[in-house]
């Protein structure tokens, strides 16, 4: 087996369908960061997610200052980022930044998934408890093994009868 080339399976654009402020639906083309873009994204979503974890840590100076010196939403926006501020008002812009930081740091799959859930991660929550309870449900509705020794013992009904007879 051979290793195929990188650019047959992996995204490297996020195309965003957004209603602009003029009323029109746009798509806006978002491509890859720079590897030390993206390793900045990285860096400050592992600071923040760490922030929210424990807020007594110390939280990562050195992520803070690159953040200070390079704007998380230009870092993974690129070259869009002019157009969506242009374009958009504040809530669609910011949902469109934080769905290109999320699809930076955590793959195509997470950015689909917050896009599509508005941002609210209630919203992204039913369906997945709606699986749980299925497989909970195809879980407790799976008979039990019988005997693994290779016997098996006679049903109840015909021992009751047996029983009843003498």
């Known amino acids: 087996m051979a290793f195929k080339t990188l650019d ?13 402020t003029d009323g029109e639906v746009r798509t806006f ?36 200052d690159d953040l200070a010196e390079l704007n998380l939403y230009e870092a993974a926006l690129g070259d869009t980022f002019p157009k969506l501020r242009e374009n958009l008002d504040w ?42 309870r299925a497989s909970s449900r195809a879980a407790k509705s799976t008979p039990k093994p019988g005997s693994r020794s290779g016997t098996s013992s006679r049903p109840a009904t015909v021992r009751a009868r047996k029983a009843a007879q003498t």
Request: net charge negative; charged share 25%; proline share 8%.
């Open 8 to 20: 047959e399976f992996l995204g490297d654009s996020l195309d965003l369908p957004v209603k602009c």
């Open 91 to 132: 809530p669609r812009f910011r949902h469109v930044a934080l769905t290109a930081v999320i699809w930076i740091s955590q793959g195509l799959d997470a950015a689909e998934t917050y896009w599509n859930a508005g941002g609210d991660p209630s919203q992204a929550g039913p369906a997945n408890r709606e699986q749980r």
């Open 29 to 64: 083309h978002i491509e890859g960061p720079s590897a030390e873009n993206g390793l900045l994204v990285e860096k400050l979503m592992e600071t923040g997610l760490k922030l929210a974890a424990d807020p007594d840590a110390e939280p990562d100076s050195a992520a803070l």
